[in-house]
């Protein structure tokens, strides 16, 4: 009679309590370890070599010899400038006195020359129909009119020229960016083609980067790279722009050890979009190359 006793079914809510408590952490286990060992290779791992962010630098240099203005405009070392802003100004006193002396000259040639030109229409009249006109008169007077035309042409000329040189006594910030290098100070005088001060562009140009032979990396343009700042907290994609035709030697500061020299191909970057990964010019990045070359 005992054989014929049925098993009491387990309830649902008993079981579904085993399920929670045996299966679902060992579920849990093997998908967090899958996608920790996924993450780890993708994105936290070691990467594929490194990379700088190369600086878009511009070099002011001095338009002509002058001595520099003390100005409250004149920046500081690391001081951030605005494309368009005053930074210096040369001393240009000399310059307009030249310049308006010129144009004094040019107006008293100007009055010569309309007097001329008169002479010559009286003269030009006269000689027509064979009047009694004086040839050799009238050749002469146009000799003068060619002469007078060729000093105001020589005398224009300079005066554009001395606006140039005016309007270059003002120096201007041609992007907007940090000052990185100032070589001179107000009150020095500077000769042309010196350096005055050097500004930095606020973000780099691209990243530079160079693959060892060995590595099983094969560079190519569009393919994609994961950027990671040494910090290795954010990360961005980005995509190769060009590659080195042959192997070069690697800076000191991108070398693995820094007293073994190393070779590599040269590869060119872009520049990841800055709110996802903001990188400051100069700055070493790692990098993880792609395999797959989609666009």
Known sequence: ???????????????????????????????????????????AGPGHGMGEVTPVTVKISAAHDGKLVESASYPRLYDHVNAGDLLARFEAGALIEEQSRLNDEMSKKQGELSQVQKQLEEAT?????????????????????????????????????????????????????????????????????????????????????YVRPGTGIVPKKDMRVLVRGQSGRKSAESRVQEVGTQVEPIPEHQLTNSKKPEW???????????????????????????SDVDK
């Open 1 to 43: 009679m005992a054989d014929n006793i049925e098993p009491i079914p387990t309830p649902m809510k008993l079981q579904m309590k085993r399920v929670r408590y045996q299966v679902l952490p060992a579920l849990i286990f093997t998908i967090s370890l899958t996608l920790t060992v996924v993450l780890w290779k993708d994105y």
């Open 125 to 209: 009249k006269a000689n027509k129909g064979d009047k009694g006109g004086d040839k050799a008169t009238l050749d002469g007077l146009k000799q003068q009119v060619a002469a007078l035309r060729g000093v105001l042409d020589e005398q224009r000329s300079r005066f554009n020229h001395l606006n140039k040189q005016i309007e270059a006594a003002n120096i201007t910030a041609p992007i907007s960016g940090t000052v990185t290098a100032i070589k001179h100070q107000p009150n020095e005088f500077v000769k042309q083609g010196q350096e005055v001060m050097t500004i930095t562009q606020d973000g780099g140009a691209y990243i530079l980067s």
């Open 264 to 290: 590599g191909i040269a590869v060119r970057i872009a520049m990841p979009r800055e709110e996802l990964l903001p990188l400051r010019p100069g700055e070493l990045v790692v990098l993880n190359f792609r």
